[in-house]
């Protein structure tokens, strides 16, 4: 599986952002697809997680309620649409895969994805 991210940008405080994810290679219906974020100097960090097929969301504690992670699996693409931004969220950030099942224990460790897109910036001004 091939991971492209896309939709990064420049955005003030407040604002919002959309995030786009495109697979190729195969299909992605039968991956978890996840979200991760690097600040400069700072260790990567989930973001976000959907499940494969139920679709089920699970959320980091700092983006919750901001940040909504879907799927279309039609198109092979996951989203991350991302709003109320804070100066705090400027990150380049990464969608994964993975296939195998996964507890919520797991689901915020880097480790477990198999597959990794190269990152998109976003960056947000007070």
């Known amino acids: 599986v091939q991971l492209q991210a896309s939709g990064g940008g420049l955005v003030q405080a407040g604002g919002s952002l959309r995030l786009s994810c495109a697979a190729s290679?195969?299909?992605?219906?039968?991956?978890?697809m996840g979200w991760f974020r690097q600040a400069p100097g700072k260790e990567r960090e989930f973001v976000a997680r959907?499940?494969?097929?139920?679709?089920?969301?699970y959320y980091a504690d700092s983006v919750k309620g901001r940040f909504t992670i879907s799927r279309d699996n039609a198109k092979g693409t996951a989203y991350l649409q991302m709003n109320v931004l804070k100066p705090e969220d400027t990150a380049v950030y990464f969608c994964?895969?993975?296939?195998?099942?996964?507890?919520?224990?797991?689901?915020?460790?880097?480790?477990?994805?198999?597959?990794w897109g190269q990152g998109t910036l976003v960056t947000v001004s007070s």
């Open positions: 994964a895969a993975h296939r195998r099942a996964l507890t919520a224990t797991e689901y915020p460790q880097s480790r477990f994805y198999d597959y």
């Open positions: 290679g195969r299909t992605i219906s039968s991956y978890a």
């Open positions: 959907i499940s494969a097929v139920i679709g089920t969301t």
